[in-house]
């Protein structure tokens, strides 16, 4: 099985910062994409920030130049650290990883349990 735990969140006012944590553990062969996606009421699950194993990332337009998605490969984690936050930037965030179980299964998605982000104007 695999696990993706994340940490970090809370509340804080605009402006302000926080750090979301996410690591993978389990049956794990390699790990392609790892990201963040986030849903607010009312709303669909949005991406927010993604990474390759190689450093490749992509940004929601709504978040470029505030938030910074950071992968340690080895140790199988991905950050997410959010500056100048915003009241529409609550939600639920949740962490992402494409993984590869095993050298002869295919990749599949696994999600974490989400963690709430409450920013207070």
């Known amino acids: 099985q695999v696990q993706l735990v994340e940490s970090g969140g809370g509340l804080v006012q605009a402006g302000g910062s926080l750090r979301l944590s996410c690591a993978a553990s389990?049956?794990?062969?390699?790990?392609?994409?790892m990201g963040w996606y986030r849903q607010a009421p009312g709303k669909q699950r949005e991406l927010v920030a993604s990474t390759t194993p190689g450093g490749r990332m992509t940004y929601a337009d709504s978040v470029k130049g505030r938030f910074t998605i950071s992968r340690d490969n080895a140790k199988k984690t991905v950050d997410l650290a959010m500056n100048t936050l915003r009241p529409e930037d609550t939600a639920v965030y949740y962490c992402?990883?494409?993984?590869?179980?095993?050298?002869?299964?295919?990749?599949?998605?696994?999600w974490g349990q989400g963690t709430q982000v409450t920013v207070s104007s």
């Open positions: 389990g049956i794990i062969f390699s790990i392609n994409a």
């Open positions: 992402n990883a494409d993984v590869r179980p095993t050298f002869s299964s295919g990749t599949y998605p696994y």
